[in-house]
């Protein structure tokens, strides 16, 4: 069974950095490219970024590019999302997903990030 | 980049079919064959329901079929049943390299 476990969400003031993780397993993580997106409380889902398998294509909304990064580790079979600067607009259940490279057909259970002063 | 837009509800009696809409532009859903459907139960992650306009993943009900006119998407639901209660999302890849969700849309049945 495909798994993916979010992790690293938490309390964290404007202005300030959270690192975020992606356990995965059940599937050939290599092979495939991985996706984060996140849902703001009462919203829609916001793609976030995407990288490929191999990590030669990377690609970021334009909300976070420059604040966020993306990364993954093969061996470990985990994703990363590397937050900095965060804003009051970042606060959301932030999901790790894998699929195909345009969809996500399997979405993890999400950790939840919280701003505040 | 602006949400796709989707009408904020549809609803319908049980065995009707709906469909939902998802316009976006040249951009995005006109440009590319990459449209995704999701749906999304209160307090779930999102399921996928649709991918690349058409294709449905092994598993999803076939009551569920997508189609694109334009700038336009569709999701259609046939034969509605209560379980298919929740928001839906569309989902395009941009010609920024990025993907834009729809606005979402609230089924219900009545």
């Known amino acids: 069974e495909v798994q993916l476990v979010e992790s690293g969400g938490g309390f964290v003031q404007p202005g300030g950095s959270l690192r975020l993780s992606c356990a995965t397993s059940?599937?050939?993580?290599?092979?495939?490219?991985m996706n984060w997106a996140r849902q703001a409380p009462g919203k829609g889902p916001e793609w976030v970024a995407y990288?490929?398998?191999?990590?030669?294509?990377?690609h970021y909304a334009d909300s976070v590019r420059g604040r966020f990064t993306i990364s993954r580790d093969d061996s470990q079979k985990s994703l990363s999302l590397q937050m900095t600067r965060l804003t009051d607009d970042d606060a959301a259940l932030y999901y790790c997903?894998?699929?195909?490279?345009?969809?996500?057909?399997?979405w993890g259970r999400g950790t939840m990030v919280t701003l505040s002063s | 980049q602006s949400a796709l837009t989707q009408p904020a509800s549809v609803s319908g009696s049980p065995g009707q079919s709906i469909t939902i809409s998802c316009t976006g532009s040249?951009?995005?859903?006109?440009?590319?064959?990459?449209v995704s459907w999701y749906q999304q139960h209160p307090g779930k992650a999102p399921q996928l329901l649709i991918y690349?306009?058409?294709t449905r993943p092994s598993g999803v009900s076939i009551r569920f079929s997508g189609s694109k006119s334009g700038n336009t998407a569709f999701l259609t639901i046939s034969g509605l049943q209560a379980e298919d209660e929740a928001d839906y999302f569309c989902?395009?890849?941009?010609?920024?390299?990025?993907?834009?969700f729809g606005s979402g849309t609230k089924v219900t049945v009545l």
């Open positions: 997903g894998t699929g195909r490279e345009y969809s996500i057909a399997v």
């Open positions: 059940g599937f050939d993580f290599k092979s495939f490219g």
């Open positions: 990288i490929n398998s191999g990590a030669t294509t990377i």
């Open positions: 040249s951009r995005d859903v006109g440009g590319y064959n990459y």
């Open positions: 690349e306009v058409t």
């Open positions: 989902c395009s890849y941009t010609s920024r390299n990025t993907r834009v």
